[in-house]
């Protein structure tokens, strides 16, 4: 999108689907497809609602990393036992089943 007006920046926030945004006469778009860090891959046809250009983080990888404490497992165990069977997924409820089975069993012991 060209917002080739004065003060371009008074409409920017108004601006809810683009790809990529070039602001006054001075910034072309073709300055955005060679030189100045951004992506000539943009979202067309109305994509930009969904997704966003082309741009570095398409090609690094990314780990999530997940760490819950028991009691961080209690309160979630609920949900994730629910949805698991809901979708059928029996072992992914049996996963917290049987964390919380053995801690239980070890505070007995």
């Not at 992914?92 to 012991?109: C, F, G, K």
Request: aromatic content about 6%; proline content about 4%; some cysteine.
């Amino acid at each position: 999108l060209i917002l080739q007006i004065e003060n371009p920046r008074t409409v920017l926030d108004q601006v809810r689907n683009a790809g990529s945004v070039f602001l006054g006469r001075w910034s072309p778009e073709s300055v955005g497809d060679y030189c100045s860090g951004t992506n000539h891959v943009l979202p067309t046809y109305g994509t930009a609602k969904s997704y966003s250009g082309l741009g570095v983080e398409q090609f690094m990888r990314q780990m999530t990393v997940q760490e819950l404490t028991e009691d961080g497992l209690r309160l979630l165990a609920p949900t994730v036992i629910e949805l698991a069977t809901l979708e059928s997924l029996d072992a992914h409820a049996q996963a917290v089943r049987i964390r919380l089975d053995n801690t239980a069993r070890a505070e007995v012991a």
